[in-house]
T-cell receptor, first 114, second 117 residues
Framework: DAGVIQSPRHEVTEMGQEVTLRCKPI?????LFWYRQTMMRGLELLIY????????DSGMPEDRFSAKMPNASFSTLKIQPSEPRDSAVYFC????????????FGPGTRLLVL | AQKITQTQPGMFVQEKEAVTLDCTYD???????LFWYKQPSSGEMIFLIY????DEQNATEGRYSLNFQKARKSANLVISASQLGDSAMYFC??????????????WGAGTKLIIKP
C-alpha cells in the first residue's frame, strides 16, 4: 500500500513568492495533519482535517498560511507571501479515524526561502 | 497541562547493545495513547510502536518494546540488539485530550541516538 505522498520533496524559493505544498493521504484515512518541523521549535501541528473539513487551525502561524482539502485524496498548504522564517520541513500525516489514531507521515517537503 | 518529557538529548550506544530511551508524560486523562517515532537523517518520520493506557501488556514490535509504567507515568522505548541503522532521532508522543472526536499528538523534544560500530 502506498504511504502518504508529498510533493515537492524540496522547494527553494525567494522571499515574497507563493509556495504550494501538496499531500495525498493514505486511502481510507479520515484525518489529515500538516506539521512544520524546525530545529528551534521542533514539530508543530499547523492544522488538521477530518473528512476534508478543517477542525483546528490554531497552529497556523499567520494569515500568510492557508490549507485546503478539496477531496479525500488531496490537500494543499499554501504560503503567500513566503518569508525566510518559513524555511522548515513540512510534513503531512494521515490517520484512519477516531479510534485508530496512529499517524502515518509522508516524507516531508524541505522548504528553503531565500 | 499535558506534556511529554524526553530527558536525554543524545545517546551513544555500542552496536549490539540494548538501548533504553526515556519518556515521561503528564496527563490527567484516564484514557490516552503513547507513541514512538523514529526520524533518521533522511528526514522521514517512521511510526515504531503504540501503547494504550488500558493495555495490560507492554507493546512489542520486533526489536522494539515499550516499557510502560503507568504509576510512574513513563513509557520508555527499548531497542534490543542495536544496529547501525538505529542511529536516528526518536520522538515520544502522547495522544492529547479528545477534541472534535480526534486526538492530537503531543510531542517530546526527541533523543538523538548514535550507534557506534
Amino acid at each position: 500500500d502506498a504511504g502518504v505522498i508529498q510533493s515537492p520533496r524540496h522547494e527553494v524559493t525567494e522571499m515574497g513568492q507563493e509556495v504550494t505544498l501538496r499531500c495525498k493521504p493514505i486511502s481510507g484515512h479520515d484525518y489529515l495533519f500538516w506539521y512544520r518541523q524546525t530545529m528551534m521549535r521542533g514539530l508543530e501541528l499547523l492544522i488538521y482535517f477530518n473528512n476534508n473539513v478543517p477542525i483546528d487551525d490554531s497552529g497556523m502561524p499567520e494569515d500568510r498560511f492557508s490549507a485546503k482539502m478539496p477531496n479525500a485524496s488531496f490537500s494543499t498548504l499554501k504560503i503567500q507571501p513566503s518569508e525566510p522564517r518559513d524555511s522548515a520541513v513540512y510534513f503531512c500525516a494521515s490517520s484512519l479515524g477516531q479510534y485508530q489514531e496512529t499517524q502515518y507521515f509522508g516524507p516531508g517537503t524541505r522548504l528553503l526561502v531565500l | 497541562a499535558q506534556k511529554i518529557t524526553q530527558t536525554q538529548p543524545g545517546m551513544f550506544v555500542q552496536e549490539k547493545e540494548a538501548v533504553t530511551l526515556d519518556c515521561t508524560y503528564d496527563t490527567s486523562d484516564q484514557s490516552y495513547g503513547l507513541f514512538w517515532y523514529k526520524q533518521p537523517s533522511s528526514g522521514e518520520m517512521i511510526f515504531l510502536i503504540y501503547q494504550g493506557s488500558y493495555d495490560e501488556q507492554n507493546a512489542t514490535e520486533g526489536r522494539y518494546s515499550l516499557n510502560f509504567q503507568k504509576a510512574r507515568k513513563s513509557a520508555n522505548l527499548v531497542i534490543s540488539a542495536s544496529q547501525l541503522g538505529d542511529s536516528a532521532m526518536y520522538f515520544c508522543a502522547m495522544r492529547g485530550r479528545p477534541k472534535d472526536s480526534n486526538y492530537q499528538l503531543i510531542w517530546g523534544a526527541g533523543t538523538k541516538l548514535i550507534i557506534k560500530p
